[in-house]
Every structure is written in structure tokens, then in C-alpha cells.
């Protein structure tokens, strides 16, 4: 089993920048490959990064590319997500998921957190 807890969102300025940080339970964090993904009202959950075990591979769907950057500290058991450049378009709940392979689906992760709410003003 393993608990995933979310934190650092909130309300910024477009182009301003905010880091999420995903703390995970467990002696096998360093095993499984963290996502973030992220739902706004009305449309589906959506991916938004990856990255493996070792943090030897990342992923990004492409809005975010160049903004975005997803890392881990396997000692802390914790992935973060920085954030830069904010648009009021990547407004959503954003959500860390654990999964046992390096995925931009889903329904290949299960393990999910609550989610942190992340509001970018114009």
C-alpha cells in the first residue's frame, strides 16, 4: 500500500511559478514510476509529467514542456513538480500517482493523492 500526500498549491499570477510536492509512504518509492496529472472543471483527468524510478527518464505532454519540470528525492520519498511561466489554462486539481511502469495513461497508475488545487489568475 502506499499513501501519497500532495501540497504547495494555490493561487498565482499568470507567469508567476509554484512547486507541488508529492510525499509518499513506503520502503519501495525508489521502485515505481511518479506521474502528475491534472483535472479542471468539466474536462478529464489529464497527464502531465513522468518520471521513472531512478529519474533517469521524464515525460511531459507538450503545454508544459520548456515550463514544467518533474523531479524526485528517492532519500525523501517525494516528487515535486516546478512550475514556471503559469498560464490561467493549466488551472486544475493536480494529482501525483504512483505506477509500475513509466506511463502517460492513467489507468496504469494505481496508487492516486488527494490533490492541490493550483489557480493561475490573468
Known amino acids: 500500500q502506499v499513501q501519497l500526500v500532495e501540497s504547495g498549491g494555490g493561487l498565482v499570477q499568470a507567469g508567476g511559478s509554484l512547486r507541488l510536492s508529492c510525499a509518499a509512504s513506503g520502503r519501495t518509492f525508489r521502485s515505481y514510476a511518479m506521474g502528475w496529472f491534472r483535472q479542471a472543471p468539466g474536462k478529464e483527468r489529464e497527464f502531465v509529467a513522468v518520471?521513472?524510478?531512478?529519474?533517469?527518464?521524464?515525460g511531459y505532454r507538450d503545454s508544459v514542456k520548456g515550463r514544467f519540470t518533474i523531479s524526485r528525492d528517492n532519500a525523501k520519498n517525494t516528487v515535486y513538480l516546478q512550475m514556471n511561466s503559469l498560464r490561467p489554462e493549466d488551472t486544475a486539481v493536480y494529482y501525483c500517482a504512483s505506477s509500475v511502469v513509466v506511463s502517460n495513461r492513467a489507468e496504469s497508475y494505481n496508487y492516486w493523492g488527494q490533490g492541490t488545487q493550483v489557480t493561475v489568475s490573468s
Open positions: 518520471m521513472s524510478g531512478s529519474g533517469s527518464s521524464t
